[in-house]
């Protein structure tokens, strides 16, 4: 089993920044890709950012350019930077993990191992 926990969700301004970070526990020798996902109110989960255990990642056309997923693969994190920040970038962010190895999974069928979400606001 694999443990999530995410922190650095809050409040802020649009045009503002957040870092999101998410520990891994337990077995985390068995995790390949780590993801970020997000829910709105009233929407489905999407797909936000993943990226590979060898550092390579991909991004959702809606983030690119303004946030960056990374992974220090030794202390098990994942951060999600988010930049210019937008009110429809409201929403419960959770991080994923993938143990089994596909590259750069998108789809949260592929994760088997989900955080409990922290909420990110951007007022306008």
């Known amino acids: 089993q694999v443990q999530l926990v995410e922190s650095g969700g809050g409040l802020v301004q649009a045009g503002g920044s957040l870092r999101l970070s998410c520990a891994a526990s337990g077995r985390t020798c068995s995790v390949y890709a780590m993801g970020w996902f997000r829910q709105a109110p009233g929407k489905e989960r999407e797909f936000v950012a993943c990226?590979?255990?060898?550092?390579?990642?991909r991004s959702a056309d809606s983030v690119k350019g303004r946030f960056t997923i990374s992974r220090d693969n030794a202390n098990n994190t994942v951060w999600l930077q988010m930049n210019s920040l937008k009110p429809d970038d409201t929403a419960v962010y959770y991080c994923a993990a993938d143990p089994r190895g596909r590259w750069l999974p998108d789809r949260q069928v592929e994760y088997d191992y989900w955080g409990q979400g922290t909420q990110v606001t951007v007022s306008s």
């Open positions: 990226i590979s255990r060898s550092g390579i990642s």
